[in-house]
C-alpha cells in the first residue's frame, strides 16, 4: 500500500508541477497574443496611411483610378466601363 502511494504522490507532484508549468506559458501566450493584436493595430494603420498618401501622387494611375471612383458615384456603384 506505501508502493501505491507513493506513486500516488509522485504522480500528483508532476501534476502540480505541469499545470504551473501550463499556466505560466498561457499568461506568456495571452501577453504575446496582446503584443501582436498591437503591432497588427499599428501596421493596419500605418498602411492605411500608406495608401491613402500614395493616392496624392501625381501619376498615370492615380488620375485613372479617381476617373474610376467618380465613375462608380455618377453610375450608383456600377463600375462597368
Avoid at 29 to 37: C, E, S, T, V
Avoid at 48 to 53: C, V
Amino acid at each position: 500500500m506505501n508502493n501505491t502511494n507513493s506513486l500516488i504522490d509522485q504522480a500528483s507532484y508532476s501534476l502540480e508541477a505541469a499545470k504551473a508549468d501550463l499556466d505560466l506559458h498561457e499568461a506568456e501566450l495571452q501577453a504575446a497574443q496582446a503584443r501582436y493584436n498591437e503591432a497588427r493595430s499599428r501596421y493596419d494603420d500605418a498602411m492605411q496611411n500608406f495608401l491613402e498618401a500614395d493616392l496624392l501622387r501625381v501619376c498615370r494611375w492615380n488620375q485613372m483610378y479617381h476617373k474610376l471612383i467618380q465613375w462608380k458615384e455618377d453610375h450608383n456603384g456600377d463600375t462597368l466601363v
